[in-house]
């Protein structure tokens, strides 16, 4: 649903290739440094960040 917005609103405003090229360049800088920490915490690639890490690493044993 919320791609379909997200389409919807994109095809509705001018400038759509300037637009689209910011928002992949404003997901990269923000996804880029979770991708980085959680690979050097535990080598394992998650743009999304592990939501496990604290039980992985023993702190809530």
């Given at each position: 649903m919320a791609l379909l917005a997200c389409?919807?609103?994109w095809i509705i405003q001018a400038d759509k290739i300037?637009?689209?090229?910011l928002?992949?360049?404003l997901l990269g800088l923000i996804l880029t440094p979770l991708t980085y920490r959680c690979y050097?915490?535990?080598p394992v690639f998650t743009p999304h960040g592990i939501g496990d890490m604290n039980a992985q690493s023993g702190a809530n044993r």
């Open positions: 389409t919807w609103l300037k637009k689209a090229i928002s992949l360049l050097q915490i535990m």
